[in-house]
């Protein structure tokens, strides 16, 4: 069982960065996938950014180029870097972590993340 535990959140204001952390407890042998999501009040949850077994990131296009999603040596800890950072970027940010599936699509294996295991969220508060 993985517990993803989050750190890093704050107030900050309009322009600036701040960077979020999460620890995947109880890490083992084996790959796995993790994600950041974010939910602003009144609104529906939001994948941020992804990082799967392979090293491969994902963003989305409200925040491409603007955050980084990576992870330490350890492969236990990863973060989000968040830079330039708006109002709309004002929420609760939650990491989440699975071991990936292997299913086959097409004819062709790939592999999935159900993002089984979630954090307690960290508050982002950016004002003018």
């Known amino acids: 069982r993985l517990q993803p535990v989050e750190s890093g959140g704050d107030s900050v204001q309009v322009g600036g960065s701040l960077r979020l952390s999460c620890e995947v407890v109880?890490?083992?042998?084996?790959?796995?996938?993790m994600g950041w999501f974010r939910q602003a009040p009144d609104k529906e949850r939001e994948k941020v950014a992804t990082?799967?077994?392979?090293?491969?990131?994902s963003y989305a296009d409200s925040v491409e180029g603007r955050f980084t999603i990576s992870k330490d040596a350890t492969e236990s800890t990863f973060y989000l870097d968040m830079t330039s950072l708006t109002h709309e970027d004002t929420a609760t940010y939650y990491c989440?972590?699975?071991?990936?599936?292997?299913?086959?699509?097409?004819?062709?294996?790939?592999?999935?993340?159900?993002?089984?295991?979630w954090g307690q969220g960290t508050g982002v508060t950016v004002s003018s």
């Open positions: 990082l799967d077994n392979f090293g491969d990131r």
């Open positions: 109880g890490v083992t042998n084996g790959s796995y996938c």
């Open positions: 989440a972590a699975d071991h990936p599936r292997r299913v086959l699509v097409a004819g062709d294996f790939t592999h999935v993340c159900d993002y089984t295991y």
